[in-house]
């Protein structure tokens, strides 16, 4: 099990940006796909984006396409979630998340098997 901690939440006006960062220790970084999902109050939760082991592919959730970029270092055992013109329907919880090696990214929460505890985000508008 790969522990994950995420950082980077606050509060923030429509339309700034914000950068989460989810860094993972106890096991090797980079043998985990790696994926952002949030969850608002009364909604279940959702994917946001996810990124290979090696960064090479990357998959967005359409409300985010366009704003939200998600990126990895392993050296540095992190992976990245930029936020850019940010709305009030971002407000959420976000979560990182840690699975299994593949080829392509899930985008379903059943395809990963270990979370961070979140970080909140809330957007004023």
């Known amino acids: 099990q790969i522990r994950l901690v995420e950082s980077g939440g606050g509060l923030v006006q429509a339309g700034d940006s914000l950068r989460l960062s989810c860094v993972g220790s106890g096991r090797t970084f980079s043998n985990y796909n790696m994926g952002w999902f949030r969850q608002a109050p009364g909604n279940e939760r959702e994917f946001v984006a996810g990124?290979?082991?090696?960064?090479?592919?990357?998959e967005y959730s359409e409300s985010v396409k366009g704003r939200f970029t998600i990126s990895r270092d392993n050296l540095k055992s992190t992976m990245y979630l930029q936020m850019t013109s940010l709305n009030n329907e971002d407000t959420a919880v976000y979560y990182c998340?840690?699975?299994?090696?593949?080829?392509?990214?899930?985008?379903?929460?059943?395809?990963?098997?270990?979370w961070g505890q979140g970080t909140q985000v809330t957007v004023l508008s």
């Open positions: 998340a840690a699975g299994p090696l593949r080829v392509k990214v899930s985008t379903v929460h059943t395809g990963y098997e270990d």
């Open positions: 990124i290979t082991w090696f960064g090479g592919n990357t």
